[in-house]
């Protein structure tokens, strides 16, 4: 079949967000304009609650969180979110059926068990979540409308589907080929094999909902497309979702919209995330396939920043392999970035020593990263460009000042010398106002508190006095004490010396 894919796309009227985009739609970079700066809308297609997300689930819903993050953040375009749950589905039938509790249980505690660990990946949450049991009076009126059209027809059996053919070659936006016939059952009621179901018959012993056409319960791509068009309307900026969505899944939300909308182009961007694999193995990480990771057991062994950093490093589309190799080499560089910022407030401090640090060569490379980190999120969100871009500026700010790296006195790891000397500080600090406490009622007997307390403020003098001997030099101030190092200081902030 023919196949309309990126035939005639319409580039939309609005805001230019600066950013080039690869857009399923038509197969290349498109220059990301969104119907308003201050309200873009994205629609997200959600889990089906029927089990514990996985690392395949975790990693599409974390590359579209940064996505939308760098949107926000650095191109300036506030975004609306929305996501639907899919939480009436065959898959959620027979799992309660399994554990003997009702599909409505079922759904509502893997629902909350996915928010739980989309917040422990620290990933957004949508401005709006819609389930689909909660939107049925809806999905019923947009059966109606695609009925209405012509182009969805109910069967004797209370079934009702779309009628695939009279879209014409207009199907086909993203994949560009009208399906085959998929393995239908012979008793099928559909006029042809590759029509869709909008809403199912009711089976026995199945939850189902009243409607025009009898008992039933909606299909699966129907809810999207309602979905989306309660919050937004008849337009669309961004669709996302993995790229197995894309067919039939995505193909059949564009044709209800369009054909419910009349309107030629309904969502303008689709952004589709590449696959997390099990290293080694073809196959997606999956429920089905038994090979997966829980969210959950990678968490006990690795932070959500360690994964997040793992997302970072390859660009959202493609392919990704899962391994304790690459996890690791991803919590490397995150230690290195913490070191490192570590270092440079050690050195802004003055509690660092290390050689002349050329100042006006780190700002001119700060300002040079920022260019290059922007030029590559520009650039279809090209994270592992980022990535790189602000480890060069580490791996400079790194070589300066590691220079000599020591801490005034003696040889020990200077990270562990500056603690220690926090830890006395604050020790002190505590004895300090211990001793200056004045809770005492009268006169008479808070003049005798501090009498009974001087030694202890005598003490914290003397170590005050003592620790000059060894470079470092402590400030009372009114309700806190600071410290800092002798004698290097001013060198330390003589820039280019
Ligand atoms: N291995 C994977 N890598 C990347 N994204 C994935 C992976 N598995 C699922 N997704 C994405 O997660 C989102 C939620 O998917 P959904 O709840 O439909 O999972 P599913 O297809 O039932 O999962 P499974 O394949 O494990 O049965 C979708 O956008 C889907 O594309
Ligand atoms: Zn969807």
């Known amino acids: 079949a023919s196949g309309a894919r990126g035939q005639g796309w319409l580039r939309p009227a609005g805001h230019d967000t600066g950013v080039m985009v690869y857009n399923s739609l038509t197969r290349r970079k498109d220059p990301l304009i969104v119907g308003r700066a201050d309200a873009a809308s994205w629609y997200s297609c959600g889990p089906t609650v029927y089990d514990h997300a996985h690392l395949g689930h975790a990693c599409s819903y974390v590359r579209f969180d940064i996505i939308r993050r760098i949107l926000t953040r650095i191109f300036g375009c506030n975004i609306i979110m929305v996501m639907g749950i899919t939480d009436v589905d065959d898959k959620i039938i027979k799992r309660a059926r399994e554990m003997n509790v009702s599909p409505t249980s079922l759904a509502s505690l893997y629902e909350e068990d996915f928010k739980q660990d989309m917040a422990a990946l620290k990933v957004l949450p949508p401005t709006v979540y819609l389930r689909v049991t909660e939107t049925i009076p809806q999905i019923i009126s947009f059966i109606e409308g695609v009925i209405a059209k012509g182009h969805a027809y109910p069967t004797a059996k209370g079934n009702v589907y779309f009628d695939l053919r009279s879209r014409g070659d207009k199907y086909g936006k993203l994949v560009g080929v009208a399906p085959g016939p998929v393995g239908e059952p012979v008793d099928s009621d559909k006029r042809h094999a590759s029509d869709f179901a909008l809403w199912k018959a009711a089976k026995p012993q199945e939850m189902f909902w009243a409607s025009p056409w009898g008992n039933g319960r909606p299909g699966w791509h129907i809810e999207c497309s309602t979905i989306s068009s309660l919050v937004f309307g008849s337009q669309l900026d961004i669709h996302s979702g993995g790229i197995d969505l894309a067919f039939p899944h995505h193909e059949n939300e564009i044709a209800q919209c369009e054909v ?57 589309r493609s392919a990704i392999d899962y391994s304790d190799g690459t996890m690791l080499e991803a919590k490397h560089l995150l230690l290195a970035t913490a070191a490192f910022v570590e270092d440079a407030r050690a050195y802004m401090k003055g509690q660092l020593v290390c050689g002349p640090v050329r100042e006006d060569v780190l700002w001119e490379r700060l300002s040079h990263t920022k260019g290059a980190v922007k030029a590559a999120l520009a650039d279809d969100f090209n994270t592992p460009g980022a990535v790189d871009a602000v480890m060069d500026l580490i791996h400079h700010g790194n070589r300066q000042l590691k220079a000599v790296t020591k801490f005034v006195s003696g040889d020990s790891s200077s990270a562990t010398l500056h603690s220690v000397v926090e830890e006395l500080v604050r020790f002190r600090l505590k004895v300090r106002q211990f001793a200056l406490a004045t809770g005492e009622a009268t006169r008479e007997a808070r003049r005798q508190q501090l009498l009974e307390r001087q030694p202890l403020l005598e003490a914290c003098d003397a170590l005050r006095r003592d620790l000059v001997a060894h470079g470092i030099s402590i400030k009372d101030r009114s309700s806190t004490s600071t410290w800092e190092l002798l004698g290097q200081r001013a060198e330390n902030h003589k820039p280019g010396s």
């Open 260 to 316: 419910f909308h009349q309107c030629e182009q309904w969502g303008n961007y689709f952004l589709h995330s590449g696959h997390l694999h099990v290293k080694g193995k073809e196959e997606k990480m999956s429920k089905s396939l038994k090979n997966y990771i829980t969210i959950k057991d990678f968490l006990k062994t690795f932070s959500a920043d360690v994964f997040r950093l793992f997302c970072m490093r390859s660009s959202y």
